[in-house]
């Protein structure tokens, strides 16, 4: 049983009972007309007006929280007046109305109990029982997990917006209808339904023909892992010190402050529910949840998606794709029953068509010579489950492709593009990564339907089963793909900048690592060993077992078993313990690498050599460091600086690794009050920031902030106070107040203060440093 008290119910029952002269805005402006008379919706035009009362009326939208603070705080009287003086006078027939009003409660009786009934029941005067009423319905609507308002995440939330809707979309009336209905009556509801028939498309459309009625509209493209589709998205807070944990803990926090007014869209979610172990937990959140699925759902409500009628609205599909065919209907019905009615095989045929130039007896006759060898048993393992139907269609899309009379190009921006994550990549960083001069080969594909655009997110990419298709017909490899691997590569090296985590990117990477044909092991390899420190950067540690696996495979499947092969394996392998804190495993993996690159260290070394030497007692430093074993980390640290300092002549100091080493060193020498080697070791970094970064980076930043503690712990405090100001500027300004170079730095700022007898500065930095700390804490505890 239902609360049927709600504020649309009721107020359903006076305008059902009001007189035809009496609108429906006045009835609202009526009641409500102390509160509203001074909020800016009075002053509104009466369309505008009439929309938004209307959505009140409705139960689209609850009455807002201000109408229901201002009759908290005034008393709800003002109302019963109103009701008395302009409400009741325009009924039709009040005994009626009042009747109607008592069967709402007597039909939630189950649900209020008997003595909240007989309260109702017992009121006599009938302005009196309609404000009850009214002021029970609001509260219980904004106490109902259904209808309280959800935040506006349009500012903070920088992902994960609704793509954009095919602008051919046509028909689906019915099905858009049950959406409707199944969401209005359940908070989850799926979309079934073949590969390729619309389903997404569906979903789509449904949320742009309602994206008034939700605050908010997210839309998640499921792969492999809920959790991890959460973890991705991307917030206007998130930084790049947050692990894949952080940021899933942070965005779930988030999604669970959504209720009814939020639509959440988890699309391509293609396993059954029970699969994702997330997805039982996912579902209590009190938004609307809409899913499309290929898989046959029971257990929830569910819209399966159908083929489209041949007769009509696929013909009309065909000719949207296709003018040029309205000539010859039959043959286009032969084609869209060939085709087996498939929605995007439909589309991809008129297309098709166009671009090729044949006649439409032609394609049909093309078309027809699908499926020999399916029914012939030959190649039936390019198909799922041996299934003769998913495997025509597989073949009827195959066919297509090659009819498109595509040019070099554009094949191998298709066969670049099947490496890539099918919840699509940005635009324009394809068009860098492939070092297009124009887009116009792209645009091209984009017309004759190969690819998708959704303009809205700017992104570009492959329907899963063209993915497939293309994949099979272009071989993308190591050699053929070289330019968007070269790119890609250059990005990992790259992994000292200062960037936000950048999903597009890492999703790319994974995907390409995944899904290419290895035909040149030692280049992949390569790749593979310069990904693992990328990600490692930007805290993707859920992957970096796996990755670790793929680099072993590479190496034994290619015989790739150079001494740093070996060792830089092992340094990996040791980072996988640290994930589990293992850390005696770690030591082991690390000293074993160290071992093995000790017989070459010598003056013939080469640069990789050494600087992977360098690197190697720099991280068996940071593990010692996690042991709280500080001598033999300060040691271990010393080595790896002694290597780059050996080494010079090769460029090893001018790394971004350096200045990590270097800085761990400061901080070593410092916490053993050894300043004056601090200061060397300080100088020497300070001048290699300046030589090669600038002096805004956040590294020039913490430069400014160690010499301020040096110049603090020497009792230099004009000189001190100037480097911590120039150092809170500087951090700020790249990344922010709430992180934890800005809390130390607020932190020595207020110790500076309170030595130096400044007491109101002191309590400005105590201040914010407690701020930031306050901060930090209910982040972790929301």
Known sequence: ?????????VIGVLLENKKKTYAQYRMIEDIFYDCLCDMDIFEKEDFEKNVTYSRWC??????PKEILSFYDNAGFDGILDNIQNDVIPNLINVTATREQLLGLVTDSTDVIGIEKVDEFVQITDDATLITALIRYAILNDHDSRHTLLSPDLSDILLSNRLPSANRNFIGRKEELKAVGKALQEHDLAFITGTAGMGKSELAKIYAKKNEKKYTNIIYLFYDADLKKCISHMEFSDDTTDMSEDMLFDRHMNILKKLHSDSLVIIDNFNVLPKEDTFFKEFMKLNCKILVTSRCNISQYETVKVIEMDADTELVELFYRHCPSAKSSEDVVKDIIQTVGCHTLTVCLSALSLTASGMESEELLSELKTCGLNIASGEDVELYKDNDFTYGLMIEHLRKLLQLGKL???????????????VSG????SFKSWMKLDSLTDVNHLIKYGFVNEDMDNRKISLHSLLQEVITIETAPTVTACQTLLNNLHLICLAHGLELRRPENIIASLISVSERIIVDDGAYFLLFLQDMFPYLDKYLVSDYLPKL???????????????PCDKALLLDYKAECFLLKKAYGNAVKKREKAINILEKLHNEDADARTANLLSNLYNNLSNTYLLMKRG???????RTAFNIRMEYAHLGLTESHDSLQQMMNLINMLLLAKDVDNAKIVLNQYETLVLEHLSDTSLDYGICKLSRGIIEMMEGMPESAEMNLLGAENIIENVVGMDNEYMKTTYRYLNNLYARWKKPEKAIKYRDKFLGVRRSQFLSKTE
């Open 425 to 428: 990549v940005l635009k324009n």
């Open 548 to 562: 670790t696996e793929r680099i072993s495979y590479v190496m034994e499947e290619y015989k790739l078993d150079s």
């Open 58 to 63: 409705t139960g689209e939208r609850p009455i």
């Open 1 to 9: 049983m239902k609360n049927r008290i709600t504020f649309s119910n």
């Open 407 to 421: 040019s070099d190009s554009q094949l191998d921006i298709l066969r670049n593009m099947s490496l890539l994550p």
């Open 631 to 637: 001598n033999e980390a300060a040691k271990a640290l």
